[in-house]
């Protein structure tokens, strides 16, 4: 116990008598962060922006799918922190990706997004550019898938067309080849509804044909009514694309909550953080040649 005692006075002792090299120690070394701080090294200012997406719309059906799938908080994310991205809509190579943060709240479905730059008006420009341009980056996206799946519908209804009037055509053939009554023929289009439902008329027609025959008939009865059923539906598909088409807009589905703010002071260095770091490297630097001087007075020959 009287051991610990006497180390320890020894070693406020040592302290004490090296206060000064302490003292300045830590002066010298708070001195230098601080001047490394303001004039040394290089400013940060960071623009913060909020953005939400939300999926509310009056779309049904698969167009709804679409752009539930398109406009989700990740795919916003990856896309306009996609370097790729950032070169096409900005032309400056000193804008990286790596200086743009994105985080997506996953409880308040939020995305906080934080660019940095040593300009505070470049920052809060560049932000503003980079939610501008991916809103109207995903907003052509989707009218482009929707344009695609217009086409694919176009295409698919001249398909079905072609498929009911070969359908109709083999009907009608069979009708004459067969000698049967005229009035079993069936018109192709009538004020763009096909017919394909007999009358009472047609069926009582029917009633003295061969069994084999009647059955053909209503076979090809049957599947030009299945496809009229498909072609219908198609060019109702169809309408509610061209729809989507002309009305889609990307507000209010990206809604900037927060506007880019123009930072007035630095984000970094922190200048205060950086001279408190100081004071703790000048503590250590100045107590280790305090304990470095004791030791080589100690060992120096000269003094045993």
Known sequence: MNEE???????????????????????????????????VLEKKYESKATVQITSNTAAEGIVKQYIDSEFTNQVFAEKIKSQAFIDQVIVDDEVSNH??????????????????????????????????????????????????????????SKKLSNEIRDLIKLYNTTVKTNNLPEILILQTMVGNELIIDLTQEQQESMVNIDGEIQNELMQLQARIESKSVEYRKVLDQYQSVLTNIESFRPNPLIKTIIEPTVPKEPSSPKTVLNIAIGLV?????????????KYWEETNPRNK
């Open 5 to 39: 005692t006497i180390d320890l006075r020894e070693l406020i002792e040592i302290v004490w008598k090296g206060k000064y090299i302490i003292i300045v120690s830590i002066i010298a070394s708070m001195l230098i962060a601080g001047l490394l701080s303001i004039f």
């Open 99 to 156: 200086d743009l943060k994105v985080t997506v709240d996953t409880v308040t479905s939020m995305i906080s997004l934080t660019y940095t730059s040593g300009d505070p008006k470049k920052s809060s420009d560049v932000l503003t550019t980079l939610i501008d341009e991916q809103k109207i980056a995903m907003a052509n996206a989707l009218q482009n898938e929707f344009t695609l799946l217009a086409d694919s519908y176009t295409k698919e």
């Open 281 to 293: 490297i000048g503590v250590m630097i100045g107590l280790g040649i305090v304990f470095i001087r």
